[in-house]
């Protein structure tokens, strides 16, 4: 009998030995910040875009908006891709953002170093202006209404030329404009420039240049030329709205300030 009991403990003492106790270890380990935010501002819109986080459980991330650098930041998204547009942004008016990774425990990193801020801003498509010595009354255009007029104006901050077989954008004596070279769109300059203004009030016109004008109540504008004949000039054009604002694209700030958050702002680890 004692032999059977033996026989018996021995093999459940096997059988214990041999299956494993599975322990569940919550994570509790955020993702790292992310890294490369950058803004563009557009019209009435921001689009923000940033580096993919590296941790393959990275589920989202959550985007912070402020109306200030260091103010008080709250969460207005949580995509799932590395790209976010704020469709809530007004022309004219400066925004910072930045950005949390999260993964599937619901982990929130801290929000990313760089801090991004835009200031969304007019834009147009295909304007068509005519040469101011044929068609004077549709040879200017005017930023700030968004509007095709006389050449002649006293609103209007550019107008159309062809003379001799050349293109030409003229600007009054209390107007500068810059030729910035051939760019692959337009929102590729981002800053208007501080200086090298065309001693002339003109520049040579040619398909797929950008050219930047500081008008005479000093606001920024940049048009893309996309066809030119004799006849006409065909451009898309953005307008800074802020007085002095030479910011035309998007910026980035680098070493931000410690961002606070707004009451109920993120709904990670709560």
């Not at 986080?53 to 589920?59: A, G, H, I, L």
């Not at 004596?173 to 501080?194: C, F, Q």
Request: aromatic residues 16%; negative net charge; proline residues 4%.
């Amino acid at each position: 009998m004692k032999r059977i009991i033996f026989i018996i403990e021995l093999v459940l003492l096997s059988f214990t030995i041999g299956c494993e106790t599975e322990i569940f270890v919550p994570d509790t380990t955020p993702p790292s910040s992310p890294k490369g935010l950058y803004a563009v501002a557009r019209d009435n819109q921001v689009n923000l875009y940033w580096d993919y986080n590296r941790e393959s459980d990275v589920q989202g991330y959550d985007i912070y908006i402020s109306s200030y650098y260091s103010g008080r930041y709250e969460l207005i998204g949580s995509p799932h891709g590395n790209y976010f547009y704020d469709k809530g942004a007004v022309n004219g008016k400066t925004y910072y953002y930045a950005v949390a990774a999260f993964d599937n425990s619901e982990n929130e990193s801290d929000l990313s170093r760089d801090v991004a801020y835009a200031t969304p801003r007019p834009e147009g498509l295909d304007v068509i202006l005519t040469d101011f010595r044929t068609r004077p009354s549709t040879a200017g255009y005017d930023f700030s209404t968004y509007s095709v007029g006389n050449y002649n104006d006293q609103y209007t901050d550019v107008f159309f030329e062809y003379y001799n077989g050349v293109y030409y954008m003229d600007v009054w004596d209390d107007t500068d404009i810059k030729d910035m070279g051939y760019t692959n769109s337009l929102y590729d300059i981002e800053v208007a420039p501080a200086s090298g203004w065309s001693t002339t009030k003109d520049v040579l016109l040619t398909v797929g240049k950008t050219y930047v004008v500081w008008t005479l109540d000093d606001h920024y504008a940049k048009l893309r030329v996309i066809s030119l004949s004799s006849s006409r000039v065909v451009f898309d054009w953005t307008y800074q709205l802020q007085k002095g604002n030479p910011s035309l694209k998007r910026t980035v700030s680098e070493g931000r300030l410690e961002l606070k958050l707004g009451p109920g702002a993120s709904n990670r680890n709560k």
